[in-house]
């Protein structure tokens, strides 16, 4: 089975940063794309970044210029570095896994990683 950790979550005030890690294991093959997603309370998850292999990234636009996504393709690993960090980015922050290959001819899953707290407060 695949399983998606993520670390680095906490409490930074804001200006501050922040470091997102998310490590996938398990029977991997290959995997699609990788990127971060965000739930704040009473809102519903939104994408922040991603990457795909040949490190095309897309940005929510509100955080462009201040996140930065970046993957290890040998250990299953993507990270956020979060910069300049505002109140409105307080959230879960949750890893996702698009089109896992445990086998090079097996069917492509998604998986979710259970999420990582970010509060940004004063």
């Known amino acids: 089975q695949v399983q998606l950790v993520e670390s680095g979550g906490g409490l930074v005030q804001p200006g501050g940063s922040l470091r997102l890690s998310c490590a996938a294991s398990?029977?991997?093959?290959?995997?699609?794309?990788m990127g971060w997603y965000r739930q704040a309370p009473g809102k519903e998850r939104e994408l922040v970044a991603a990457?795909?292999?040949?490190?095309?990234?897309n940005y929510l636009d509100s955080v462009k210029g201040r996140f930065t996504i970046s993957r290890d393709y040998a250990k299953n690993m993507v990270y956020l570095e979060m910069s300049s960090l505002k109140l409105e980015d307080t959230a879960v922050y949750y890893c996702?896994?698009?089109?896992?290959?445990?086998?090079?001819?097996?069917?492509?899953?998604?998986?979710w990683g259970q999420g990582t707290p970010v509060t940004v407060s004063s």
């Open positions: 996702n896994a698009e089109g896992v290959r445990i086998w090079r001819f097996g069917q492509p899953n998604d998986y």
């Open positions: 990457i795909t292999p040949g490190d095309s990234t």
């Open positions: 398990g029977s991997i093959f290959s995997i699609n794309a």
